[in-house]
């Protein structure tokens, strides 16, 4: 039995008359996104534990030196510019959580097909997710510098003071942002490979600790102990890293005055070539050893790499650039089905 009558149902589909906002602000609303997700926002609670972690341990050492400043009057712990160098374990254990939830999760899902389907170019999605991430690592470093300058000029009594905190403070700052700009597009270049999240995370944990290993090894080996000639009052031991032409080094023997003791001998540290270009296997020492260099520092944990300091910065601008180069190519080539 046929019949002619036909039922028309409202279901309640109405068509967008709203602005179109475009391109311009997809990419804003990436980037916000992104720059959430690396830090666990927008996810489940689990999500947020070891990032935030990270970042409490990062404040310590900040919260250690206000302390001592505005109570016994002390240095701080660590300064401005070697605060990250000293606290790199927390920024690989961060970077190496972060990246895969910024990219290997969206090939996991396949949810790049949607991306794609809407008024975003190729180049915007790594584009964002670059941005996102650099600024991630810039905040996982900047903010405890700031929490630190800010509660030391806080206890500072004078002008002076507050403007030498504030001298220390721009280096550190800097050291940030290179962190930032150097590894995020490492670190996504390898998230980018696969939608395994734990594989994504190991591969990045082991580059950065392999190369910290390799390059701590060449340091050792290429440092050496030379007895100085003897003195007859020990002498106090100036910091690693001097850059004014001394090497530092250790005193051995007895108080002057004591007759039953060997009179006192300094060992110096010197380093060949195997120790200043050592650093140049390891990424972390990109950055280190490109601060001391340009800089001048003194502060450094790392041997003075003299005249091969042009060739740190060399390899961290080549480095970044490869890499952020690869990003981009990755995401031209990448499928969407």
């Known amino acids: ?48 534990i070891i990032p935030l972690a990270c970042f409490t341990a990062m404040l310590l050492p900040a919260a250690i030196s206000i302390y001592k400043v505005a109570s016994v009057g002390g240095d701080p712990v660590l300064t401005y510019a070697h605060y990250a160098d000293s606290m790199s374990l927390f920024l690989i254990v961060f970077v190496a959580v972060a990246a895969p939830e910024l990219v290997s999760r969206d090939l996991r899902h396949h949810t790049l097909p949607l991306y794609f389907s809407r008024p975003l170019r190729r180049g915007d999605y790594p584009l964002a997710k670059l941005l996102a991430l650099a600024c991630a690592i810039l905040l996982f470093e900047a903010l405890p510098l700031l929490v630190m300058y800010l509660g ?22 800097l050291v940030a942002l290179a962190y930032g700009l150097a590894f995020a597009p490492l670190a996504l270049l390898i998230g980018s490979m696969t939608g395994r999240r734990a594989i994504v995370t190991g591969a990045i944990a082991i580059l950065f600790l392999a190369t910290s290993a390799v390059s701590h090894v060449l340091e050792s080996a290429g440092t050496h102990l030379t007895p100085a000639a003897g003195i007859e009052q020990a002498q106090p031991v100036p910091p690693r890293g001097i850059a004014d032409g001394s090497q530092p080094g250790i005193t051995i023997g007895s108080q002057p005055g004591n007759p039953d003791e060997p009179p006192p001998f300094r060992l110096t540290r010197t380093y060949d070539s195997v120790a200043r270009y050592g650093g140049l296997a390891d990424p ?54």
Do not use: C
Not at 17 to 40: E, K
Not at 152 to 173: C, E, F, K, M, Y
């Open 152 to 173: 030391i000029i806080a206890s500072s009594t004078s002008g002076s003071g507050v403007w030498n905190q504030t001298r220390a403070l721009v280096p550190g700052l």
């Open 1 to 48: 039995m046929t019949t002619t009558d036909s039922v028309i149902h409202d279901i309640g589909y109405k068509p967008y008359t709203g602005p179109r906002l475009g391109r311009a602000h997809i990419l804003r609303s990436l980037f916000w996104f992104s720059l959430r997700s690396a830090f666990g926002f927008g996810r489940g609670a689990r999500a947020r």
């Open 284 to 337: 972390l020492r990109l950055v280190e050893g490109t601060r001391v260099w340009a800089l001048n520092a003194t502060d450094g944990q790392m041997p003075d790499p003299g005249n091969a300091g042009a060739l740190y910065a060399f390899e961290l601008i080549v480095l970044t650039g490869l890499t952020t180069g690869g990003l981009f190519l990755r995401y031209r080539k990448v499928g969407v089905a």
